[in-house]
């Protein structure tokens, strides 16, 4: 047999999926998150996954790992102590930015903590001008007096980014020289190995975060490397990034930026090949796990990229799947505020000690109580049996709340769910309406430990007529880890016109950009025959400050790394392809303006096996053979208190079809089929609701 794991650590559970390559088996476990140090979780359920398939760790083909180390070092700002080297006269762009208020209409609104404070960003003479020409040389003694200072005042990371550095990177690459002679223990972030990009705020800014997550991720990716170690693993560990795609431990821990969307990232992957497998494109993804949720929407099984975004306050130029993320998961914690009101969010209960029911102390009611107050989920155990819960204690933390409120426990409980999924409803019209689409053409893919329990009222709340739910619910962004390839980007600042010398600065920019992608190919060991290469350019017209992302005509076999020789007609086409993209995003397009290649960008893919599901045969429309009892679960839609059949999830064939009110149970999530809706098993056993 050859294994293959994945391993999605969240801020509550983790999640670990195992396919065997010889016979198919998928086999799912669950097991709580260990936050002070996530490796030892991830180990215990590493050792608890194998034994229960009966393998050694050394069996291991392959091993995909997704975390939230560098998200939760972001939000919760525990980055390293981290030093600023700049140019003269821009220590203090990390803290003007744009200048800009973080909300337009908030007049009380706070930005974000400054990650390096000003007594550790150091300015340095020198000076660049945009086309790569030299206005001020780099003044190497005050460097050294720099580098020196941030040593004596004991950074653990240093982050270097001078202006257009990433036009002519000499400057900062003779800082770097001198780091590596003065601070060789510090982390060293330098600008254009980060962010070969224009705006300086921007790249600045990529800099200084992967900086100060930078001795995060290399302790915790060397204490989870030493305790995989211990198991036996022999197989080279991967990890994914924010776009998707999984990249090596060692990039990973040399490019924590581009894990901060890390966990979310496979889920959409896993959401994308199940709409496959269901016959359905067109999905809003909808992730709701202990502590978050996370959505994106998919148009065609493809996920928007973006080069930029805003990530907990900080913009981050790193290629990134177009996901948006809100505080409400199952530990979201429930409270009155001053005026009042109820209010479920942001702060969260996590794993430990969790909420209420986990007997673990808690007496603050989350979202899980009031599930487990209305019978929702299971009264008694979670987990499939393996996690027993109290529901005396569940009951009098929302009888608490309710008291406040002046309402009756199971009103209150209800509330507590109604705002929640007020919450996750707005955060898909950020992602759909807000952006042109209508959610009632999509269909929404609900996992995650939660999103089961709460997709069917979140599909009413948005008029969405189908919910798709994965057979493994979950754990699907561990099984996402499965289903995707190894691959990075790489990218190129080279702002041209797109007549004159365009021609040559395309061909020159591909060729350089493609000389990095085919030595990363390289140390990867990837074969030539498994070695993808796809290129894009960001375009605009001239004056316009946004670009839109084009695909380059060369790149759209998408087959191994064709010559980069541009022709007129390449230019012309890329110009066309623009217009066309213009036209259909903003309803217009300015035929006569001059256009610009600003960014050149090459995505390197290398395919690796990946696990595959084969469909099972009809097993007929009668689900009573999955029926395991019933249970008095609270309905708004009845009034009161209805008995409810409660189903197996396991016991369900392919073509089992069933009505709400009904419960449908697993080890990793809970279903709940509301009244006036349908249930169906489709061939790949994934669960169809559809509105009557």
């Not at 972030?189 to 100060?212: D, G, K, M, Y």
């Not at 040559?504 to 350089?512: E, K, M, R, S, W």
Request: net charge negative; with cysteine; aromatic share 6%.
């Amino acid at each position: 047999m050859a294994w293959r794991i994945g391993v999605d650590s969240g801020g509550t559970f983790t999640d670990v999926c195992l396919f065997d390559d010889t016979t198919g088996t998928v086999m799912v476990w669950k097991v709580p998150s260990t936050p002070d140090d996530p490796s030892r979780g991830i180990a215990g359920g590493v050792a608890e996954g194998m034994d229960r398939v009966g393998a050694s760790p050394a069996e291991l083909a392959y091993f995909g790992h997704g975390t939230t180390v560098a998200t939760n070092a972001l939000i919760q700002h525990r980055g390293a102590r981290t030093g600023l080297i700049t140019t003269d006269g821009f220590r203090d762009l990390l803290e003007i930015g744009r200048q800009k208020r973080p909300d337009l209409y908030d007049m009380q609104a706070d930005k974000p903590p400054v990650l390096v404070g000003r007594d550790l960003r150091l300015a340095v003479p020198e000076r660049l001008r945009h086309d790569g020409s030299v206005e001020t040389p780099l003044d190497r003694a005050a460097l050294r007096q720099a580098v020196e200072r941030l040593r004596d005042a004991g950074v653990e990371a240093v982050a270097v980014c001078f202006l257009y550095g990433f036009v002519r990177p000499a400057h900062e690459e003779a800082a770097a020289a001198l780091l590596a002679e003065l601070l060789p223990a510090a982390f060293h972030s330098i600008a254009h190995r980060v962010a070969p990009e224009f705006r300086e705020f921007e790249r600045l800014s990529t800099t200084v975060v992967n900086a100060c997550l930078g001795p995060v991720m290399r302790r915790y990716i060397g204490r989870l490397s030493g305790r995989l170690a211990e198991l036996g693993m022999t197989a080279a560990p991967h990890m994914t990034q924010s776009n998707g795609g999984v990249i090596s431990f060692e990039q990973a821990a040399t490019l924590p930026v581009r894990t901060v969307l890390s966990g979310p990232s496979t889920g959409v992957v896993g959401a994308a090949e199940v709409g496959r497998q269901a016959g359905l494109a067109d999905l809003i993804t909808f992730d709701m796990g202990g502590t978050s949720t996370d959505v994106a929407l998919l148009e065609g099984g493809a996920c928007r990229l973006s080069s930029e975004a805003m990530v907990h306050g900080y913009p981050i130029k790193a290629p990134m799947l177009d996901i948006h993320t809100v505080g409400a998961g199952g530990g979201s914690i429930a409270h009155v505020d001053a005026g009042g009101l109820l209010k479920v969010g942001p702060d969260s209960a996590g794993a430990d000690p969790g909420p209420a029911c986990y007997d673990r102390g808690a007496t603050q009611a989350t979202v899980t109580d009031a599930n487990v107050v209305l019978g929702t989920l299971n009264r008694t155990a979670l987990l499939g049996g393996r996690m027993p819960i109290r529901h005396d204690l569940s009951l009098a933390a929302i009888q608490r709340l309710a008291d406040r409120l002046g309402l009756d426990v199971m009103r209150t409980a209800q509330g507590i769910i109604s705002v929640v999924t007020a919450n996750m409803a707005r955060a898909i019209r950020v992602i759909s309406v807000q952006r042109g689409y209508d959610p009632r053409d999509y269909t929404l893919v609900a996992f995650g430990g939660a999103g089961p329990l709460h997709a069917a009222r979140l599909a009413q709340e948005l008029e969405i007529s189908r919910v798709l739910v994965p057979v493994s619910p979950g754990i699907l962004c561990a099984m996402g880890l499965l289903l995707t390839d190894l691959r990075t980007d790489f990218a190129l600042t080279r702002l041209t016109p797109s007549t004159g010398t365009a021609t040559a600065v395309l061909t020159d920019a591909f060729a350089t950009l493609e000389a990095r992608a085919l030595a990363w190919f390289d140390r990867e060991g990837i074969a030539e025959e498994d070695r993808r290469i796809t290129r894009t350019v960001d375009m605009r017209y001239a004056g316009q400050n946004y670009e839109l992302p084009i695909p380059c005509p060369s790149a759209l076999a998408g087959e191994g790394a064709p010559s980069t020789s541009a022709s007129a007609a390449v230019i012309d086409a890329l110009a066309a392809a623009f217009t066309a993209a213009h036209q259909r995003l903003y309803g217009f397009a300015a035929e006569d303006e001059p256009i610009q290649l600003v960014t050149f960008r090459v995505e390197a893919s290398a395919i690796v096996p990946k696990a595959t599901f084969a469909a099972e045969p009809d097993g007929g429309p009668d689900a009573s053979a999955a029926l395991v009892g019933t249970r008095s679960v609270w309905l708004p839609e009845t009034g009161g208190a209805a008995d409810c059949p409660v189903y197996d999830r396991a016991k369900l064939r392919a073509g089992n079809r069933l009505r709400g009110p009904a419960i449908i149970e697993q080890m990793d999530a809970t279903t709940v089929v509301l009244p006036g809706m349908t249930a169906r098993v489709e061939p790949f056993r994934n669960l169809i609701l559809e509105a009557e």
